[in-house]
């Protein structure tokens, strides 16, 4: 059974740092593709950013790159999402995502 478990959400002010983790289990993760992506509130989902594991290659919004970076541990199979100089837009459930599967969600908000 695959399994994606975000964490590392939370409340942040502008301009503070958050990583966040998504713990996988139940498929390959170290010849898979996954992706990061948010749903802020009121809107779709937004594709933030994505890894091959097996090739270490990234990809990640033009508007986020700066800012966000995406990074996995094959051997610990878990997913990194760094983010810096957060925005109050940057507010948004954020999802882990490999194939057909997703995790829970976890909430960012950042707000002064």
């Known amino acids: 059974e695959v399994q994606l478990v975000e964490s590392g959400g939370g409340l942040v002010q502008p301009g503070d740092s958050l990583r966040l983790s998504c713990a996988a289990s139940?498929?390959?993760?170290?010849?898979?593709?996954l992706t990061w992506v948010r749903q802020a509130p009121g809107k779709g989902l937004e594709w933030v950013s994505t890894?091959?594991?097996?090739?270490?290659?990234?990809y990640s919004a033009s508007s986020l790159e700066s800012r966000f970076t995406i990074s996995s541990d094959n051997a610990k199979r878990t997913l990194y999402l760094q983010m810096n100089s957060l925005k109050p837009d940057d507010t948004a459930v954020y999802y882990c995502n490999t194939a057909q599967y997703w995790g829970q969600g976890t909430q960012v908000t950042v707000s002064s």
């Open positions: 139940g498929f390959t993760f170290s010849a898979s593709a």
């Open positions: 890894i091959y594991t097996y090739r270490s290659k990234t």
